[in-house]
């Protein structure tokens, strides 16, 4: 019995850490975009502007298929996130677009929303990758092309 708590201890504290590691994407996330929203009034999803189509629409037309090599520069500035398969890009870029904090933190905090980092851009570095990207400035989140 003492080795099957001993087991799962390590366990729990792997989970906890993952569960901390996942609150700082979080709270970076956050912050950079308050950052990037404070620097102009303009970035603050100005891309939208006033036009009065629904954003799902206005959004529309920073979607496409692009490789690795589109998305290298983002993911080199920090602000390149993959969405996972389960939900829509559109349905995040809305979230990121409206402010929606409490989405954009639960996807975050459950790994359907992370931000890429130097193993996942190694191994695209090496193939020919085709990803669905979508722009909501000031950050670029994507998905594997199907």
């Known amino acids: 019995m003492a080795m099957a708590s ?48 629904p954003t799902e629409e206005k959004l529309a037309k920073y979607r496409g298929q692009v490789d690795w090599s589109y998305l290298k520069p983002h993911f080199e500035t920090g602000s390149l996130y993959f969405v996972d398969p389960a939900l829509a ?31 996942h851009a190694s191994q695209w570095e090496e193939g020919d990758q085709l990803f669905e990207a979508l722009v909501v400035s000031p950050f670029v989140v994507c998905q594997l092309a199907l």
């Open 6 to 53: 001993s087991t799962t201890a390590p366990a729990k504290e792997d989970e906890e850490k993952e569960d901390g590691n996942r609150e700082i994407a979080a709270r970076a996330f956050f912050a950079q975009l308050y950052l990037m929203s404070e620097e102009s009034e303009q970035m603050k999803y100005g891309m939208l502007g006033e036009d009065a189509r």
């Open 89 to 119: 890009l559109e349905t995040v870029g809305v979230a990121i677009s409206s402010d929606d904090k409490e989405s954009v933190d639960a996807w975050l905090k459950a790994g359907d929303l992370v931000k890429i980092e130097s193993l």
